[in-house]
C-alpha cells in the first residue's frame, strides 16, 4: 500500500504577536510580509498547515545571519524537532529579536522537513528602519 504524501500549505508569514510559550494558540498575523524590521521584541515566522502526517517528526531549523555568540563566533542554526499531533495541523515557526538588534538584521531561512523531506522553506529578511 503506498503511503499518504503529506499535505503542506503555507498559510501566512510575516509579523505576529508574541508567542505563549504557555498557551495552545498560535501567535496572530499582524501584518504579512518578508521584509521584517529589525526592532526589539518582534515575533516573525510563518505558519503552516500540515495534513495526513500525525505522529511523523517534523525537523524544523532557523538559519540566521551570522549573529554572533559571547565571544564572537556565529551562532550555529538553531534546530529541533516535534511530532506532529494530529491530522490537519498548524504549526507556528520563527523568533523574536532580542538585544542589539543590529547584529540580527539580514536573511533568515526558516526550513521544516518531514522525515528529511523538505516541506517548507521561506527566508525572511530583517532590516534595520532608517536612522538605527
Not at 91 to 114: C, H, M, S, Y
Request: aromatic share 10%; proline share 11%; glycine share 6%.
Amino acid at each position: 500500500m503506498a503511503k499518504k504524501k503529506p499535505e503542506v500549505k503555507l498559510h501566512s508569514w510575516g509579523i505576529y504577536t508574541p508567542l505563549d510559550p504557555k498557551s495552545k494558540d498560535l501567535p496572530q498575523l499582524i501584518k504579512m510580509t518578508r521584509d521584517i524590521p529589525c526592532e526589539l521584541d518582534i515575533e516573525f515566522g510563518y505558519i503552516v498547515n500540515i495534513k495526513k502526517a500525525k505522529n511523523k517528526k517534523l525537523q524544523y531549523c532557523i538559519y540566521h545571519p551570522d549573529i554572533p555568540d559571547e565571544d564572537g563566533n556565529p551562532l550555529p542554526p538553531f534546530d529541533g524537532e516535534v511530532y506532529i499531533k494530529q491530522n490537519d495541523w498548524d504549526f507556528f515557526i520563527g523568533d523574536t529579536i532580542w538585544k542589539p538588534v543590529e547584529n540580527k538584521q539580514g536573511p533568515w531561512r526558516i526550513t521544516l522537513a518531514i522525515e528529511g523531506q523538505l516541506i517548507a522553506d521561506e527566508t525572511l529578511n530583517l532590516i534595520l528602519p532608517p536612522g538605527e
